[in-house]
């Protein structure tokens, strides 16, 4: 079952009922066993999150492929896509700048969506470092986390970060609704290797119609991303990196620097852009199915690296 996100964090939220005894920090928690199934019988929970002024509708087909393969090995899982803060459903709400910020956000709107911990994450550029701060700082709400072409500080300083006059010329094309199509067919360029334009434009420009980024919320987004720096030290939960040699946003030497910091296991896709599950979305999903069976045989139990 794929939940789709919902209320803004502009809109009115109910207040939330009192935990229950199995509250940890304010989520509710259930024990897992090696394939990810919970004794209380709630099905796995996967939450996706997409990067920097995109919103869950630009997973594209990713979302229905990542369910089916997932139902492989972790049957009844269910995928929640979830906007960050400035987008989708909350853009008319103000994106922190600051990552651990937005990750607050995140974790709020899923405990008022009742959504039991602990949960695996999946996401991709900004996403990335939120999941990367969010299993770092949350260790026991997170059993897995995938990254994306992530960018982050320290790993990332000796190799090409991001392309500044690439995101000037972005935020320029976001004045105006006259200018969308331009942006996005730019932000398409940049961002793909392997998809034809007009397989996913005219999406696109409807998602912009229905939930338009302002340049003020893109500035926020992108300048939480850029001071982010995650820590040395590997998070709690175990962690994947896919990344793309063909990426021309980010290096995929950032996420190799990560791979060998951290000791997480890394998939390299030869071909595709900087948004790889847009490009290959069946590939991603089953590089994540592949690392979770291989988890599984070697008796690996869930938030454990090893």
Request: charged share 20%; hydrophobic share 40%.
């Amino acid at each position: 079952m794929t939940v789709r996100p919902g209320d803004g964090l502009g809109a009115a939220v109910p207040a939330l009922e009192p935990a229950p005894a199995n509250a940890e920090n304010g989520w509710l928690t259930a024990t897992s066993d090696i394939s990810g199934t919970t004794e209380s019988a709630e099905p796995p929970t996967w939450v996706l999150v997409r990067g920097w002024s995109r919103n869950s509708g630009h997973w594209g087909a990713f979302p229905r492929f990542f369910e089916r393969e997932l139902g492989l090995v972790q049957p009844g899982a269910r995928l929640v896509l979830l906007d960050l803060p400035g987008t989708g459903a909350w853009s008319q709400q103000a994106s922190p700048t600051r990552v651990r910020d937005i990750v607050k956000l995140c974790r709020d709107e899923l405990q008022r969506r009742g959504v039991a911990g602990p949960v695996s994450l999946l996401g991709m550029s900004l996403g990335a470092a939120v999941i990367a701060d969010w299993a770092t700082r949350y260790p026991s709400e997170v059993a897995a986390g995938v990254l994306i072409n992530p960018s982050l500080r320290p790993f990332s300083e000796v190799f090409r970060r991001s392309m500044p006059m690439e995101y000037l010329a972005l935020f320029l094309l976001s004045f105006g609704r006259f200018n969308w199509r331009r942006r996005e067919e730019r932000v398409l360029r940049l961002t793909t290797r392997l998809t034809a334009p007009q397989a996913v434009m005219e999406r696109w420009l409807d998602l912009q119609r229905q939930h338009p980024v302002g340049v003020r919320n893109a500035v926020r987004q992108w300048w939480a991303g850029l001071r982010y720096r995650a820590s040395r030290a590997r998070p709690g939960a175990p962690m994947l990196l896919l990344c793309s040699r063909a990426d021309g946003l980010v290096d995929w030497r950032c996420s190799q620097a990560i791979s060998r910091a951290w000791g997480a296991p890394l998939r390299l896709h030869t071909k595709a852009g900087h948004d790889l599950a847009l490009d290959d979305p069946l590939w991603v999903a089953r590089s994540v199915v592949d690392w979770l069976r291989d988890r599984s045989l070697n008796g690996v139990e869930p938030g454990e690296w090893h």
